[in-house]
């Protein structure tokens, strides 16, 4: 497998579910701005959309779209638990987050990195707040999004929390997200995912 990856972008996601489940795969870096590959190749000739990630099997299958991606990966080891079993109440709670990560916080985020008016980036700010306050309140009692078990949702939320200080958004007042990004952070595969992308030392 190939992952094509921007380091800090949503492509984080799978880098540490890869990571998690021990799955051999290639990391290919995609910059997202130049649209190229390091030998040169135009991104756009192997995902027509441009951006990342892109999931690429070993038969030349691609799959777009990181919660689609997460949630292939996850069910390529179950038993390592980082989705419920398809069908399961649990799974529609899963697809629940990250649908919610990816619309109601991951669309808000995008103006805050592009060059649009402060009117529109502190608009984008106050809903990513609203958001949060509801994501700290059913973080209340838990160590993950779905209680004890640590899931793709939360590579995600990690993932996507990770630009708030690059972006301005005030996370400080939430104790219960704060404590939660500690322990996602502390993982062994979040951390060498961060590692394998230039984040951290």
């Known amino acids: 497998m190939k992952l094509y990856y921007s380091p800090g972008a949503c492509s984080l996601s799978p880098h540490i579910v890869l990571q998690e489940l021990g799955l051999k795969y290639t990391p ?21 959309l441009g951006y990342v990630p892109l999931l690429e099997l070993d038969d030349g299958k691609r799959l777009h779209e990181g919660p689609a991606i997460v949630q292939y990966l996850a069910d390529q080891a179950p038993e390592k638990k980082l989705a419920p079993a398809n069908g399961t109440w649990e799974r529609y709670k899963l697809q629940e987050w990250l649908t919610f990560i990816g619309t109601e916080l991951h669309k808000n985020f995008s103006p805050l990195f592009g060059p649009n008016s402060d009117e529109v980036k502190n608009a984008s700010r106050e809903r990513i707040v609203q958001r949060l306050k509801y994501v700290e309140d059913e973080l209340a009692g838990k160590q993950y999004l779905m209680g004890d078990q640590f899931t793709v949702a939360d590579a995600y939320l990690f993932t996507v929390t990770n630009w708030a200080s690059l972006t301005g958004v005030d996370i400080s007042g939430f104790a219960h997200l704060g ?10 595969a979040v951390v060498e995912a961060m590692k394998a992308e230039g984040l951290i030392k």
Not at 180 to 188: H, I, L
């Open 179 to 188: 404590a939660y990004r500690a322990r996602v952070g502390a993982r062994p």
């Open 28 to 48: 290919v870096l995609a910059s997202t701005k130049s649209h190229k590959l390091q030998d040169g190749t135009d991104f756009y000739t192997i995902n027509p």
